[in-house]
């Protein structure tokens, strides 16, 4: 029996976890991935900080109306192509069943590098300013920071067994399972394959791998949306935060100060601290302590000046921000005269405070890696798409824009790439008040070290039943467009940049021999 047949004690003892993880879920559960971690633990961490920060937006965004051709009005330009494809220009009198944005609403961001004409981006992309008791402060959005060179887009990408043409497709050539259903094709992404044989998420299989160092209780990995299959691997998990409370609080023993309080917490603890002749009873009591000494070390980690953030923004509610005691209102978004909760820019402030945390030695986490999970919903675009859409890009916007300050802030640029995953692309024909489910579609990635101002993949003609071999350009009657790039390929280029090495790309992405390798939007 070879080396790599021998399922060790300590594998043994990962799987096992993983298991019982995988199978319980729910926000306090992760944590047991802390036991995985310990055994995983050798020799401290790669060298220097780096950051994946996963954007997921829920329901398959409607990317094709995010960065567009804006070459000319002329017909038979690539902007009349887009136009015609989608319905012709929305307006809620004349065409009210048109998707296509106008030419001069686009804003233009010239013709990128590599690319052969002009792109414009949505207007809601625009820069802000958010405005609280007389002080404005301006903040970027996506269009000024892909001008910068800070933003780059991969056109056409989407789950792949393999590269496939549309005769390819119609003479029955495998392709992805459930094509166009949102948790399938969700699940596909988060499993970083095109298929369903993997068990674990690609974020989870890059951290299995790559040596974080740091605090043996906290995961590398951490949410603040939930649980996500992405981050779940063989021996790591998640570490579920609140976007607001911080720390994952056990049955609300939250160390409060009245009396009660302490004398459940130190009852709680003392029943746990009691002997047992059972081994799991054992193991479940040693686990809730290691939670609760995790609680305290994020909690207080985060209460510290190591954990505060001092970067403006517009919020909700009349109290100001209060960072040294804390306390981050709610954030906000004004458009069309109305206000909106920003649950995004919540979870990236939540994001922003732990990587400021993570990077601090006197915090005593000291990752040199780590992999964040947010998440906002509403992109299943069937109806008022054209309304819908613009509040999504805004919030979606704003928040990165308010990211990448506060990561300047604290001089973390450089150390973060934050990326989209959206489970599919959707339909370019209207189908009378939105569009429906699709294949591939258009994601964006943002750092410090990002090659921005760029398009990687094929951007795709956005013709209604597309078979153009020559340009590699596929799409069915509606305009749900063959994905020309793997989410393998996307997904090795962001975890070779995070320090796993290229001989063992194919171990976190199995398939990506099929493809022509990672791309380039990273060094």
């Keep these: 029996m070879s080396i790599s047949a021998k399922l060790s004690r300590r594998a043994l003892m990962a799987r096992s ?44 965004n409607d990317s094709f109306n995010l ?22 220009v929305y307006d809620p009198n004349s065409n009210p069943l048109g998707l296509a944005l106008g030419f001069n609403q686009l804003l233009d961001v010239g013709t990128p590098m590599g690319e052969g004409s002009a792109y414009g981006m949505h207007p809601q992309t625009a820069d802000y300013v958010a405005s609280r008791n007389g002080q404005n402060y301006q903040y970027p959005g996506l269009h000024t920071l892909f001008g910068q060179g800070q933003l780059a887009f991969v056109a056409n990408v989407g789950p792949l067994i393999e590269p496939i043409s549309k005769t390819d497709f119609n003479a029955g050539a495998p392709r992805p399972p459930q094509l166009y259903s949102h948790n ?24 299995d791998l790559i040596d974080s160092g740091g605090h043996p209780a906290l995961p590398p990995n951490i949410s603040i949306a939930g649980n996500s299959r992405f981050q779940i691997g063989a021996s790591v998990f998640p570490y579920q935060m609140s976007a607001t409370l911080g720390a994952t609080q056990l049955l609300s023993f939250d160390g409060s100060t009245t009396l009660f309080g302490e004398q459940r917490r130190l009852a709680l603890e003392a029943l746990l601290g009691q002997p047992s002749a059972h081994l799991l009873t054992t193991e479940y009591a040693s686990t809730l302590l290691r939670s609760r000494e995790l609680e305290q070390l994020v909690r207080g ?73 947010v998440r906002l ?21 704003q928040a990165l824009g308010w990211f990448w300050q506060a990561l300047g802030e604290i001089g973390a ?8 995953m959206s489970e599919f692309g959707r339909t370019l024909s209207s189908n009378g008040d939105g569009s429906d489910h ?46 020309t790039t793997a989410t393998e390929q996307m997904g090795a280029t962001l975890g070779r940049w995070l320090g796993l090495p290229n001989a063992v790309l194919d171990q976190v992405f199995p398939n990506l021999a099929q493809f022509s390798g990672p791309l380039s939007f990273l060094p």
């Design 413 to 420: 640029q450089s150390e973060v790439t934050a990326f989209t």
């Design 17 to 60: 976890v993983s298991s019982v993880a995988a199978v319980l879920g729910g926000s306090f559960l992760p944590q047991l991935g802390t036991l995985g971690q310990a055994l995983a633990a050798a020799s401290g961490g790669l060298p220097g900080y780096k950051a994946l920060v996963c954007v997921y937006l829920a329901g398959g």
């Design 377 to 397: 919903g509403g992109f299943d675009t069937h109806a008022s798409q054209m309304t819908q859409q613009q509040v999504l890009l805004a919030q979606v916007s």
């Design 301 to 373: 980690g985060l209460s510290s000046p190591a954990g505060q953030l001092n970067t403006s923004y517009d919020y909700s509610g009349p109290n100001a921000p209060d960072p040294a005691m804390g306390f981050y209102p709610d954030a906000n978004l004004h458009l069309m005269g109305e206000d909106y909760p920003n649950r995004l820019q919540d979870q990236l402030r939540m994001v922003a405070r732990m990587i400021k945390l993570s990077r601090d030695p006197s915090a005593g986490i000291n990752h040199s890696r780590q992999i964040y999970y």
């Design 184 to 207: 399938d094709q969700e699940l596909l992404w988060n499993l970083g394959i095109g298929d369903t044989t993997a068990i674990t998420g690609w974020g989870g299989r890059l951290l």
């Design 438 to 483: 699709a294949w591939g579609g258009i994601q964006a990635v943002l750092g410090g070290e990002v090659l921005g101002q760029r398009i990687y993949g094929r951007y795709p003609q956005l013709m209604l039943n597309a078979d153009n071999n020559a340009l590699q350009d596929w799409s069915f009657a509606r305009g749900q467009y063959i994905p």
């Design 67 to 88: 960065l567009v051709p804006r070459d000319s009005q002329a017909g038979g330009s690539r902007y009349d192509t887009y136009r015609q494809s989608r319905g012709g």
